[in-house]
């Protein structure tokens, strides 16, 4: 069993920066695929950035340029660097991870970019 816990998210003004942690309970070393999903309301969740075991990582072409993700095995734990943000990232920022078939998320962080 794995738990995902998120935190960094608030308010920020358009343009400026966040970075989002997940803290994993466990070795996250042992999942296949980590990464960012958001969702906005009255919209569907969807992937901001997914990061293979292999070191590659996708991301959403609305994100590109302006985030990043990386993980930290020592310290079980994964980051979105946010920058130049808009008012169209304001969402509730998911963790997640993947373990062989089973799909694990963390509970969820607000983040919101208005002026």
């Known amino acids: 069993q794995v738990q995902l816990v998120e935190s960094g998210g608030g308010l920020v003004q358009p343009g400026g920066s966040l970075r989002l942690s997940c803290a994993a309970s466990?070795?996250?070393?042992?999942?296949?695929?980590m990464g960012w999903y958001r969702q906005a309301p009255g919209k569907e969740r969807e992937l901001v950035a997914l990061?293979?075991?292999?070191?590659?990582?996708n991301y959403a072409d609305s994100v590109k340029g302006r985030f990043t993700a990386s993980r930290d095995n020592a310290k079980n734990t994964v980051y979105l660097q946010m920058n130049s943000l808009k008012p169209e990232d304001t969402a509730t920022y998911y963790c997640?991870?993947?373990?062989?078939?089973?799909?694990?998320w963390g509970q969820g962080t607000q983040v919101t970019v208005s002026s």
């Open positions: 997640y991870g993947r373990k062989a078939s089973q799909d694990y």
């Open positions: 990061m293979y075991r292999g070191g590659i990582t």
């Open positions: 466990g070795n996250i070393f042992s999942l296949n695929l």
